[in-house]
């Protein structure tokens, strides 16, 4: 029986509460000064909610940030395509290369997979110029294509599926062989249905990553119509004596934060049984 203390239950939940106000309290802020003029946030930074809530959201959707300019639907829409077709191509790429190794018998499969896992060591930021390269010759710049591609070979995810796979008892596969099941069937009818929570947690990682590029996106991107809305944010603060319209910036942060938190919270329960659950 584990003893109950109040003092060790008061500590505990004062460290949480404070961890808590750390976190939020940067967000709380972002939100007022969403609801407020640009005079009252250039001075000290208003704590409670102004009276321009409406009106600073509805001219950042539909107008932007002003001098040409995309609005900001059309880069959380290209965020949202770029983060979409990252996941999706990383969990589709890493399950069936995964697959291959566990169960196909051919000629250098573990130096195949070695080969994979050591690309962690080569990230886009170490790989760049001559990604770039390949890229701009392919014709794929200002293209989604061009954002997508380069960044959805995965070896993580292709690693975290192998050792799920691994555990699958041999048994089932013997019983699927039996019942005639052939590979493809195999892997569409048993392996995919149980690996659920696993590809779950990782299309949660794998948005939150794809939607939080900056560095790739300012490369392949020079069309203002195919800027994301990470690049959207930085470019909305002016450089030089331009006065910047926080209220307006803050705006636009808030609704940036929306798809990645909507998410998480969605996909909360499976996120959570794919990352601390033995049994699928």
Known sequence: MVERRPLGIFLTHAVLALGLLVVAFPVYVTVVASTHTTQAVLGRVPLWFGDRLLENYRHIVQVGMGSGSAPLVVMVGNSLVMALAISAGKIAISILSAYAIVYFRFPLRMACFWTIFLTLMLPVEVRIMPTFKVVADLGMLNSYAGLTIPLIASATATFLFRQFFLTVPDELTEAARI??????????????????????????????????????????????????????????????????????????????????????????????????????
Do not use: C
Not at 190 to 205: D, G, Q
Not at 236 to 252: E, I, Q, R
């Open 179 to 280: 019942d005639g099941a052939g590979p493809l069937r195999f892997f569409t009818e048993i392996l995919v249905p149980l690996s659920r929570t696993n590809i779950a947690a990782l299309f949660v990682i794998l948005f939150i990553f794809g939607w939080n590029q900056y560095l790739w996106p300012l490369l392949v991107t020079t069309d203002e119509g195919m800027y994301t809305i990470v690049m959207g944010l930085k470019r909305m603060v002016p450089t030089g004596d331009a006065v910047p319209k926080w209220n307006l910036v803050m705006a636009a942060v808030v609704l940036a934060m929306l798809p990645p938190v909507a998410v998480v919270v969605l996909m909360q329960r499976w996120f959570i049984k794919g990352l601390i659950e033995t049994e699928k």
